[in-house]
Each structure stands twice: as structure tokens, then as C-alpha cells.
């Protein structure tokens, strides 16, 4: 789980993709968009062939915001299209035949025919989706500034405080308390970048000590300085 923007385009590999509540299993190539915020893993076996795939990493700004609604509602798995290939496999060269400004700047070019393709091309409809996974994540994101505990959890889906952290883990191979945690850190993240203070963003996702907020977003964060304010 990242604050950037991620895609994967498999060459290929025996791998079963997961990005939040939707799992699917790839096959060459298939792309796989990641928007922001996205709690994600692959699985792979290497055992039956070599795991060989292109990942792109860049920040949410390089989206035109036209396409960013649409992008990120629809499923983020994308079925094989000759244009993705042409596009990505074409980035190679890029790096050795121009300057790193030259390089950026057709980065940024093809990187937006690529959105515009996998746009016009995208299916809403969900695949494999782990249905009481999905409702966690839905109770998160639409509770991420109230308190979330397991307590809460379990008086909202009705289930047991061990059932639900069993299932969540199983599924997600992440603790679910960890996943809450990193959710509101992103969020906050996104509020201090749209000129929240740093401490105001803190206690609006329900950190009452800032000194644990900036450790926990250090360490969740690491590739994304710390963003200044004016407090």
C-alpha cells in the first residue's frame, strides 16, 4: 500500500493477483492498475515458469484528472491489448537513447496514451471479489476519521472479533488492524497535501499522539518526504 499510482503488465509467469478485495488470476499480457491507497500483492509459483512482468511507479499528478474518476472506479484488471504492449515494451529504450529530461517527458507522453487506451477499454465489472472482504474495506474507507476497532468491527458485521481477523488475514495477508492503520495514515497523507496541517490530519484520522503519527507515517511512507506546513 502506497500514496503513487502503480501498473503491472505480466510478460510472463504463474501468478494470482490481488488488489484489495478482487483476485485474479494473470495471464501475458494482462495489465493490472494499482490507483493510490490500494492495498495489493502478488502470488506467484516459480516452479512453472519465470516471473517476468514491466511495473510502472509514478505519481497520482501524472493522471490528466479527467481520467482519474473513471480510472479509478473501474476493476483494476485489464484484459491483453496489443496497444499496451506496443507502449510499454516500447519505454526500453528510452533510458539509454536520451537525457533523464527527455526520458521524463516521454514517460509522461506514453504513460497518458496508456491511461487514454486502458480508459476507453476498462470493465466495471468486478472478478473473484471476496464479498465479506469487500464490505470491510467498504465500512473503512466510508468510517476512515471515526474510530475503527475490532469492537467496532464486529458490532457492524455481526461476526466475531477472531472470525473477522481470521478471514481478513487469510485473504489479505495482512492484519486487519494494520491495514486500518495504513489507510488512515494515507488518508492523512492526502489531506496534509491538500494544505491540511501536519497535526490537524493526524487527529482527523484519530492519532492522538503526533509523535506516533510521524513515526507510523515515516515508516509507511519512506519514498515520500514528509510534507511541510506553516505549523
Partial sequence: MHAFA????????????TVESETRRLGPGDLVFIAPGKYHFATVNLSQSPYERYVLKFPELLIPEYLKTSLFAHAPFFAPSDSYGDIIKGLDGYEENFTPEETNTLFSGELCKLL?????????????????IDKIITYVDSHIT?????????????????????????????PVMQ????????????????????????EKVGFANYSTFFRAYQKLLKNNPFPDDKA
Fill in 6 to 17: 502503480e501498473m503491472l503488465y505480466l510478460v510472463s509467469g504463474d501468478v494470482t493477483y
Fill in 116 to 132: 487514454v487506451f486502458m480508459n476507453r477499454a476498462a470493465s466495471s465489472e468486478r472478478q473473484n471479489t471476496n464479498e465479506f
Fill in 146 to 174: 471515526e474510530s475503527i476497532t475490532l469492537d467496532s468491527l464486529a458490532s457492524a458485521f455481526l461476526f466475531s472479533k477472531s472470525y473477522i481477523c481470521n478471514e481478513f488475514k487469510k485473504y489479505m495477508k495482512i
Fill in 179 to 202: 491495514y486500518i492503520r495504513s489507510k488512515k495514515i494515507l488518508f492523512a497523507h492526502s489531506l496534509i497535501l491538500n494544505g491540511t496541517k501536519k497535526c490537524e490530519a493526524a
